[in-house]
């Protein structure tokens, strides 16, 4: 795959995305929650498999947190985002411990999704990058309550210095939130000041943000934070993808849309009956979002 592509840019009339080479770049993303924590040859294995069929966009997750998911809190090297706890006490990236220090990062973790971003950009994918993902009703599935812990204060500084160390990195775009809109107060400024912190670093490479608020939404009709928000991802659990994806491709000002979830193959009846809306065949999902938006999706 061609690694020049990056950085995406913006084509003239704000309906979609360029590569760096001026040609259009149609989002074909694979959702790809957890692969942070798989080992660099299981990685390497599973972008080769995403290269091969096409597909030029990951969506990840920075920092994982659900309980349910692939060895969350680790990455594929054993080792945790951050070093300390809040009471300046060694953290170990237990779901009982008291929640982590953001601002004590720990290199050797952040090393290993430095080569991640890297594998991914040597194969001309783009990666999809919650920085921060605040989890369903901002309980469990995220890091909202964490967060808060933390601080307006240290969210922002975190921000500023995720965005820093990615600075000069072509191949990103920023994701904000993380199925869910509803913010508390003490909530909505823990996730204002890590966005303030994420744009508060000039001349970045990678100026694209979009966001997963709760479903049946898209990025920029968010009330405080839609304006931030300059590539709008469409999100139905509910199965009203087209709905919503009209919507998204028509706001003004113009900018690009694109389907960013929907239904999961075998997450309904015939699956893990996980989403009753998840019925087959899962394929029309894809193609309503896609041909509403014609920015693409992510599957």
Known sequence: MKANRFPLKLATGGRHLLDAND???LIRGRSAWYLISQSREQRQRFLDDTASKGFNAIEIKAITHDKNGFRPRFA????????HNLSSQRWHGAAHELAPDFAQTNEPYWDYLDSLL????ARGICVLLFPAYVGYDGGEQGWMQEMVANGVERMRNYGAWIAQRYQHRGN?????????????DDEQAVEAALIAGLKSVPDQTSRFYSA?????SYGSDHPTFGDEVNLNGVYSWENSIAKYARAAYATEPARPAFLLEEP???????GSNYNPNATQPVRRFIYWGWLNTMGGYVA
């Open 23 to 25: 040609q259009p770049f």
């Open 76 to 83: 594929g090297n054993d080792t945790v985002p951050f070093t």
């Open 118 to 121: 890297d594998d991914a950009e």
């Open 172 to 184: 990103l775009i920023w994701m904000l939130g993380g199925d869910y809109s509803n913010f508390k």
């Open 212 to 216: 997963e608020w709760h479903s049946d």
């Open 264 to 270: 999961y193959d075998e997450e309904g009846p015939d």
